[in-house]
């Protein structure tokens, strides 16, 4: 097996034009995008501090690629990886993980997109079991669903470039406190999708209480670039201050983004939601939203 690892903490151009094309033939074989958005937003304009990527050369040719990103220090780093179909079923899988492995010391949590079943037989052979699984939910917009009731004393208005960023990000960490692959989002982290061809500020739906930005829903428009299906609206990410907990205002806000979306002439809308969240599960099912497909995210068993 003429193959081997290189590490490394920042990628050259011409070296990440040969990623993304490994990434595009596994998601033209697999019908699923291989790596996260985060990923190949940090592939594009660099990214945290700490993260690593991982590639895995044969005879010179790039065959295998992992991204290691320290995301969060209690839990330990997260990761993803990716095979090209044309040198799948050679050890290189194995080879790649033992590599980043090594590089975080054995704490390493590995997402798998799509459950794609040779994830899955990887991680059992490398003594890894499943931990989590975030759902992706869809619904049709043709499909009617009910007016926006916003709660008294709220108002609802778009996303202000230059302006919002810093207030959203601390309103962000308090929503989504417990999860730090949200919660952690810097400024800089927003204007790196600022800078995306799909960011719209008027998909951009801010709430306000007194002056005071309270929740959110911030939708996106993707069409079939790396991700395998028509243009679909997204529910990117709602949140709302835990004080607004039980108010209403995320259905609210979820409605009005739905409506943006439908506006917009699309005829799907898609959005993720950890497993465990059994409450915005309820939420969404209330929606119309069903279950369509599922990330898995696997561990070193204890």
Known sequence: MNAHVE????????????????????TDADGVRPLNEHVM???????????????????????????????????????????DPAARRRGYGRMLLDAILIETGGRLRLWAHGDHPGAGRLASSSGFERVRSLWQMRRSLFAPFPA???????????????????EWVALNARAFAHHPEQGAWTVDDVRRRER?????????????????MTGFHWTKVHGDGGHGHEPIGEVYVVGVDPAEQGSGLGKALTLTGLAHLRSLGLSQVMLYVDEENRAAIRLYEGLGFSRWDVDVMYAPSR
């Open 7 to 26: 590490i490394r903490e920042r990628l050259d151009d011409d070296t990440v034009a040969e990623v993304r094309r490994l990434v595009q033939a596994a």
């Open 41 to 83: 937003l940090h592939l594009r304009y660099g990214g945290d501090p700490g993260a690593k990527t991982a590639l895995l050369y044969e005879s010179g040719v790039l065959s295998g690629f992992a991204h290691v990103d320290p995301t969060d220090e209690v839990e330990g780093p997260s990761g993803e990886l990716v095979i």
């Open 148 to 166: 926006a009731r916003v709660p008294e004393g709220v108002r609802i208005t778009t996303f202000e470039t230059g302006r919002d960023e810093k």
């Open 196 to 212: 995306e061809p799909w960011f719209d500020p008027a998909g951009f739906f801010l709430a306000f209480r007194d002056g005071t």
